[in-house]
């Protein structure tokens, strides 16, 4: 075989493997590397601020949120760690929140959603964290002097822009191409995420 030809298959070949892990990969270093190799990608959703950035959900089929939790943490300890409380837990590392809640249209299912530190700053609510933490914690990871109450103004000018979590105010889209995705609703209703209306 000549050698331009043999160079060419070879680069086919290692596009066609970085196509491939690529899938699901907007967190592939440490805990989203192995959330990504444990789990089944579900879901991206829209970074309303800044059009580069989303968070990835995954689904864990027929697992409660303490095996899920359980799993990821003795794989890695978090800096955080919430409580479970109502459906929903969060972990916080370095660079990252891992926020796993129950799937409410089935429960023997959990969503596990992987979120940078800016995504979380700039499109959650903060009452989605009331009973996890301590606004203070929030204030200190996100590095924002009154996160909670800043994000709480922000959310009653522009509630649409202001995210539930997954599967109480996003998700109505199921992640073609497990690209990020522009979404519908509000944090009120099922079936939208950050980047309504856009």
């Not at 596009?15 to 907007?26: F, I, M, Q, V």
């Not at 689904?59 to 409660?64: D, G, L, M, P, S």
């Not at 996160?147 to 109480?168: D, F, M």
Request: with cysteine.
């Amino acid at each position: 075989m000549n050698k331009p030809l043999l160079a060419f298959i070879l680069s086919i070949n290692m596009l066609l493997l970085s196509a491939c892990s690529s899938e699901g990969g907007l967190f592939k270093e440490g805990v989203g590397e192995f959330i990504n190799n444990e789990y089944i990608i579900h879901d991206t959703v829209n970074d309303t601020t800044d059009s580069s950035n989303y968070s990835e959900v995954y689904i864990a089929e027929n697992k409660t949120i303490p095996e899920v939790t359980a799993n990821i943490t003795s794989h890695e300890k978090p800096k955080e760690i919430s409580d479970l409380v109502e459906g929903k837990q969060a972990l916080i590392y370095d660079n990252l929140f891992v926020i796993i809640t129950e799937d409410p249209e089935n429960p023997s299912n959990t969503f596990i959603e992987i979120a940078n530190h800016d995504f979380v700053r700039n499109n959650y609510s903060p009452s989605f964290f009331n009973g996890l933490f301590l606004l203070w914690v929030l204030d200190d990871v996100l590095d924002v002097d009154d996160w909670g109450k800043k994000r709480n103004n922000q959310c009653k000018l522009n509630p649409e822009n202001c995210y539930g979590g997954y599967g109480y105010s996003g998700g109505g889209f199921k992640g073609i191409n497990k690209t990020p995705t522009v979404r519908g609703g509000s944090s009120s209703v099922r079936g939208g995420g950050p980047g309504a209306g856009k």
